[in-house]
């Protein structure tokens, strides 16, 4: 099922070209009283929702696709997690170019871990990416996106997946330069999630789906996720050998080679197999 936020935060089922509007279900969610949780509430009540949900979308007519503005798939994440440098040529890519790619943050990922991002940084694939510094590179990067759906801590590899509610597509949008990494990717709009999230049993086994991202029809990234260095089994597993995963949280799982600047005007055409293409425009400040 691809399920998605729309208009004025309405919940969908997508069903070819049509949303089925099904924001009823949402009744049956908790009240909660301060201090709110720390996951989101529609992600971890999913799998009670989920019966609820298909009875709403069959009894529903739909609007078409086209007519609606897209939202991004979770609204209340906890926390963005991503991988640094994740597939192998983008690492040779970065150790190529030290003055682009800061030296110092390029190591692999075994040793230095995973990031955060604000989650205030998130948008839908219908809003702009605003670049605050237009003057200075700021890259884009494709990556599959996997949607926590079951709180765990030192997950195992061989459970990982029952961990996840789905897969959306995202755009790690990185301003380049010499601060922080989580600093120059936390810029209000350079998380772009979308268009809505693929539930784990329709997806299916995330270890090899094509991802592609091009600017402007100009070919610039092109990759299999079996090329992950950290597939997310282990991003999982290495992530909550840290911290709690939460329901709701998002776990980006890195770029492949072919990372490049935007400018504002340019449009981003991305897309992840079993999830869809989207298209994103890019502004300035
Ligand atoms: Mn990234």
């Known amino acids: 099922m691809k399920l998605c936020f729309f208009n004025e935060g309405r919940f969908g089922v997508v069903e070819g070209d049509l949303v089925k509007d099904v924001s009823s279900v949402l009744d049956r969610l908790p009240n909660f009283r301060p201090p709110l949780p720390r ?23 739909g609007v078409p696709l086209a007519s609606v503005r897209l939202l991004p798939p979770v609204g209340n994440p906890g926390k963005v997690v991503a991988a640094p ?9 970065a150790i190529a170019e030290p003055e682009t790619f800061s030296a110092a943050h390029v190591r ?4 230095s871990g995973l990031f955060l991002k604000a989650t205030s940084s998130i948008i839908g694939v219908q809003d ?15 990556e599959l996106v996997a949607i926590i ?10 459970d990982a997946l029952d961990h996840v509610a789905g897969y959306t597509l995202g755009l790690d949008m990185t301003l380049r330069g010499p ?6 990717k936390s810029i209000d709009s350079y998380t772009v999630l979308g268009p809505w999230l693929v539930t784990a049993d329709e997806f299916g086994d995330p270890a090899d789906v094509e991802i592609f991202l091009e600017v402007n029809g100009e070919h610039r990234q092109k990759a299999r996720t079996k090329d992950l260095i950290l597939s ?6 290495f992530a909550s050998s840290f911290y709690t995963l939460q329901p709701g949280d998002v776990l980006m799982t890195g770029t492949p080679e072919g990372v490049g600047p935007v400018r504002p005007g340019d449009t981003i055409r991305a897309g992840v197999e079993r999830i869809g293409t989207v298209e994103v425009s890019v502004t300035g400040a």
């Open 128 to 142: 702009p990416v605003t670049l605050r510094f237009p003057d200075r590179r700021n890259d884009h990067e494709i």
């Open 232 to 237: 997310v089994r282990a991003l999982i597993a």
């Open 85 to 93: 440098v994740n597939y192998v040529a983008h690492l040779d890519e």
């Open 179 to 184: 601060e922080e990494r989580s600093f120059r």
């Open 149 to 158: 759906g079951k709180a765990g801590t030192n997950i195992s590899e061989a």
């Open 39 to 61: 996951f989101d509430p529609v992600i971890a009540a999913l799998p009670e929702l989920l019966p609820a949900i298909r009875d709403a979308a069959a009894a529903a007519t």
């Open 108 to 111: 692999k990922i075994q040793e």
